[in-house]
């Protein structure tokens, strides 16, 4: 059964709970250097849950601190305020993950997790902020994670998928009108996110697309999207079985960190904080 964009965008928006209004304004204030820490530690803290999904994410294996952090604002002193909101984001992601999901769901979560750790590590010689290539990493499939909440046809889709080989952006155009690039770019829209997620979110799967200020950023996710597949985490199966010198062509800044040898050593680190990070916020509990 097939569905047009508007019908889609309705069902989207209607059916995928929204980031909750703290995220949003911390993504917002963490881009001002002026914003005094302790602002932006009551901010989080009008949201207890939230609050306690950050405490949990600052003390996992993404960040090797030998004293636990205990405090909002003691999270936001040792890690920065743009860190933050993108921990914040990480567990505002995690509230589009259902207690007893299926494995396309949890597989497009592990990959835009393992994404933006990649995103992360990669950001430097780009030359571009580690936290907002994290976040980017992070949100870039998150339409792909919503239309897989939404439509069961598209779980279907993805099973023949693994056995054809089917370009998935065609499949997802016949599906619901729009791809999960398209779709994610409108829901985060609608939920007032930064215009360079939405870019990235849209323009991940064709970085030529992107607009000149945003090429860089979107040219890392790409690549880590497909470093994240290389290493087995695929939003969707089959993970495509790319070259690492194919990708690093695409990425020569950071060539020096994606040779062969490299990649083994990239793999092993991010594998393991993914591991660490799910401990932290619960999967593998009664998933």
Sequence with gaps: MTATANTTRARLKADVRPFRPVAVQL????GDPSAPFGKLAALVQTDPVLAMELLKMANSPLFRRRVEIESVLQAIVFLGSDMVSSLV???CLKALVPTRSNRFILACWRHGLATALICQRLARPMHLHESNAYTAGLIHDIGQLALLNVF???EEA???GEEMGVDILAVEKDLFGLDHGEAGRWLLAEWGCPLV???VAGKHENPPLAEPRDTGLIRLVHAGSELA???GMSAAAPARHGD??????TLPEASGELTAEGFGYLSESIITKVNGVELSLGFGMGQ
């Design 27 to 30: 993504l917002k204030m963490a």
């Design 158 to 160: 993805l099973i023949a």
């Design 152 to 154: 069961p046809s598209y």
């Design 197 to 199: 997620l939405q870019e």
């Design 229 to 231: 597949n290389l290493m």
């Design 244 to 249: 690492i010198a194919q990708i690093a062509a």
């Design 89 to 91: 984001l990480t567990a």
